[in-house]
């Protein structure tokens, strides 16, 4: 099965991560304090990895550091890597606020766990890229008036990372990833290429299967109905007997990609960013290919119990500054939810937002929770199903 792996290979594979994590390329996990703090305020989020720098990596990247001497609310966070464990955590509560992307953000409204945002209270608000405004992942209409859930903080698409040393020009196609096949360096991509793990890569899969079977008639690659669900599922059973890993965690892909023979994925640009910046940078580049992509749109959302509101606000404001906002986006390989950020940053660069997407807002479909009232004439395949029938495809 290419999920397992011998105890020695695995302890191998902890060997070169935590040395590399000790060599400061990046902090994976931070966790919250368990005693009470001493100053007078605190604010607890849950943030996907590589958004809360406060220089330990890069002295150039620490937007913490002087909005806690500034507010004297210290911030607490605790580094989550996907969407199931972010709403699971929010569920638990103790938390004040969450990086929530498309797919999680929708269900945490539903069960109440984030109350609606004060938008007279983010003095920037106008400021926020008006794309992003209204949109389902974070704003319902209640009574004829639109109601924000969340404050927008960044978004970029699904990119197709991949080995330049076996693609000497960058593929045209998803295809490399989900049909078996002969690379260009003449051997097979099975056990080479990988896949993440979470049921909302599902959506990747019907982008794909929009492009090859466009009998099927799917739009959105969120909203399934039966039948384009029971195709996607299809070719996800396929790309299964090709996969070599399944990644979750971004620094498990990044070692696949450096250690492991990996050669092709969908990705985040922020591991390309890592893997550039490494000992064989010059080996990996990445592409969107001619099917397009999905994209991923975070929201930092507050939780309806929230006992540091104050200090809540304080961030959501710090947030989508434009000097936060342009280094965030340097950083992780992104694109800022406000645009002023896109100009003057001299970490992202002029050419910055460009490169990280901001001009393919258009070909990229954000994610966003698949629900069964998808407006759609039949019902849509609800997310839990999505989870239970990828945990199954996971597990043969």
């Not at 969340?150 to 020009?169: A, E, H």
């Not at 593929?171 to 360096?185: H, K, N, R, Y």
Request: charged share 20%.
């Amino acid at each position: 099965m290419a999920l397992r792996v011998s105890v020695s290979a695995y302890k191998k594979r902890v060997d070169r991560l935590v040395g590399w994590l000790a060599c400061g390329a990046f902090t994976l996990f931070s966790s919250l304090p368990t005693e009470s703090l001493a100053k007078a305020g605190q604010v607890n989020i849950i943030a996907w990895p590589g958004y809360m720098e406060r220089g330990q990596n890069n002295k150039d990247f620490d937007w913490l550091t002087q909005f806690e001497k500034d507010t004297n609310c210290k911030v607490n966070v605790k580094i989550s890597s996907s969407s199931d464990e972010m709403v699971t955590l929010m569920n638990q509560g103790g938390f004040d606020l969450v990086t929530a992307s498309g797919d999680a953000s929708v269900r945490m409204i539903r069960a109440g766990v984030v109350q609606p945002i004060d938008i007279s209270k983010i003095t920037a608000w106008k400021t926020i890229d008006k794309r992003l405004e209204n949109q389902p992942w974070d704003t319902v209409k209640q009574n004829g008036t639109m109601v924000h859930y969340g404050v927008p903080f960044m978004w970029g698409p699904i990119v197709l990372l991949y080995n330049k040393k076996v693609f000497k020009t960058p593929p045209t196609s998803w295809s490399v990833v989900f049909d078996e096949q002969t690379l260009p360096d003449g051997k097979s991509n099975k056990g080479r290429v990988s896949a993440y793990i979470s049921p909302i890569y599902l959506a990747d899969v019907a982008l794909y299967v929009k492009k090859r079977h466009p009998e099927l008639k799917i739009d959105n690659p969120y909203y399934l109905t039966e039948k384009q669900y029971q195709a996607t599922l299809a070719q996800a059973r396929a790309q299964r007997k090709i996969i070599g890993h399944y990644w979750g965690n971004p620094m498990t892909q990044i070692d696949d990609f450096a250690n492991e023979g990996t050669v092709a994925s969908s990705s985040w640009q922020f591991q390309v960013n890592l893997l550039q910046r490494g000992k064989k940078s010059a080996e990996f580049d990445y592409t969107i290919p001619r099917e397009g992509s999905t994209g991923w749109v975070d929201t930092t959302m507050l939780h309806s119990k929230s006992k540091n509101v104050d200090c809540a606000y304080a961030w959501l404001n710090h947030s989508i500054s434009p000097k936060l906002q342009g280094d965030l986006a340097a950083w992780f390989g992104a694109v800022p939810a406000v645009p002023a950020a896109c100009r003057g940053n001299k970490l992202l660069g002029e050419d910055g937002c460009r490169r990280n997407g901001f001009y393919q807002f258009k070909n990229i479909v954000l994610t966003t929770t698949p629900v069964q009232d998808c407006g759609k004439p039949e019902p849509c395949v609800p997310y839990s199903r999505w989870v239970h029938d990828y945990q199954d495809i996971l597990g043969r």
